[in-house]
């Protein structure tokens, strides 16, 4: 150890030693002290955290000021977001970029993806770096979301698939921070047989059930012509809970004129599919493209919730930009294609973030594209910031999520729409005046005849279930993110099973016998409590 190092780790056991420090105003105010006293820099919160963390400090109030992007973690798990390899794909879109051994559609620039290519795209890599980093910035990152990206997940060899997902698992329950990663990762090779990787996914899943380092939710995303009965129960095998469907706009003539290789009718029906085996969906949407307009997509926005064909549960907002080795890119150059002005697209958004409903999420304004690479269109980063200097008031569920607020004189709201030939019900907790949201619920009553198959032919297991079955698709405690197990401000105080119980209520009013629940694999144990078992991925309980 060097003096400096050595130097360093005294003057952060004097700050700990030294300043009684409640909030950010304490905070600065010891390090501004400590750098006048040690004639030295201010101290980085990294230091602080690394010394705290070495020398086994519990400083409940302090970890939390030092924490970098706190927000991530805020709204209850630590979202994990890795990339597939480069494989062909099979749209044309011509909005999208193709660079050379990048998943189509994505940039070597982009943040996710320099991170990727570091891993060499290897997925445990991938995750283990990603827990590192956030434990480094002060989380605690044991209840986790894995976010696959890297483009039409469905097209990608089976064999790849089953071990992507098993090495995801598999650095997850393996992670305790000191590992030799070099020594412990695996390179896919074609030659692997599915068989075997169906059974090693599978005891990676039960090992993770009881890790310190649960995965509760994996996302992947896909096009929606690739959605059927047979793709949804490998994703269910897979451990998936949430699909992300590149929608881009609900317009058969705007679709035809960007290439995208499907129609409206193609988005409805994987919505009702994704939605009767409980998936939460989530639709990407790209305002601003060719042979559309303002008008024109804040009436599609509307349309998503006036029409029961669609209602996404999340929504993604990637306006269109121009970026080099796009179609669009030639189209522009040749004067055939202007973006929005900025104005425009600020007017856009706010209408749309007014219409939004309350049981909806708006995850992103705007893609992570470097500023460099867009050759024409929105460069603003900062977006949702501007919108709420706008005054753009949003009532959806992340603009209403608790964050630090404890849960208190809380009110049980439902909200029932109809959506995909069944009725949903939005269960949710909320402050009296409906601004806080503490919890909530996605329950689905299916149409008695939803049509589903439940033989062999497409599903392993046989045994059927989902078409006589209410579904829960989603039950989430917003808050900071606490271990499973833990007492926290808003998770785990009891939220959780009051809206089960509100939830099997409705149920058993409206003459369903039985309830499944999509759980994630590493929260079965959470629904074991309530007497739920598992059954064919989903867990399930009989309802008297």
Known sequence: MSKAEIDKKKIVRYLLDNFDIKNQADLMLAKRKISKKFGMPILKNSDILNEM???????????????????RTMSGIAPVAVLTRSYPCPGKCAYCPTEKNVPQSYLSNEPAVMRAIRCEYNPYLQ?????????????????????????????LPVNYKYWYIKECFRAANEYGGQKMLDKVREKFNLKFQL????????????????????????????????????????????GSTRVELGVQAIDDRILKKNMRGHGVAEIAEATRLLKEFGFKVTYHLMPGLPGSTAKKDLAMFKRLFSDTRFQPDQIKFYPTVVTKGSLLYKWWKRGKYKPYSDRTLRRLIVDCKKAVPAYVRIIRLIRDIPGESIMAGNKITNLRQIMKDLGAECHCIRCREAKERPAKAWKLNVIKYKASGGDEYFLSADSKDKKTLYGFCRLRLPGRSNGIKTGKAVNPAGTGGLSDSAMIRELHVYGELTQIGKEGKVQHAGLGTKLLEEAEKIVKKNGFKKMMIISGVGVRGYYKKFGYRLRETYVEKKLA
Do not use: C, F
């Open 53 to 71: 963390q070495n020398s086994g400090v519990k400083h409940v109030v302090l970890k939390r000021l030092l924490r970098k992007r706190a927000v």
């Open 127 to 155: 995750v283990q770096l990603r827990l590192r980093a956030l434990e480094a910035n002060g989380h605690n990152p044991t209840k986790i979301e894995i976010i696959v990206i890297g483009g039409t997940w469905s097209v």
């Open 195 to 238: 068989t075997k990787l169906k059974v090693e996914l599978e005891k990676e899943q039960k090992k993770n059930e009881k890790s310190k380092y649960n995965i509760i939710g994996l996302t992947l995303e896909t096009r929606p012509d690739y959605i059927n009965e047979k793709e949804l129960w490998e994703m269910r095998e897979l």
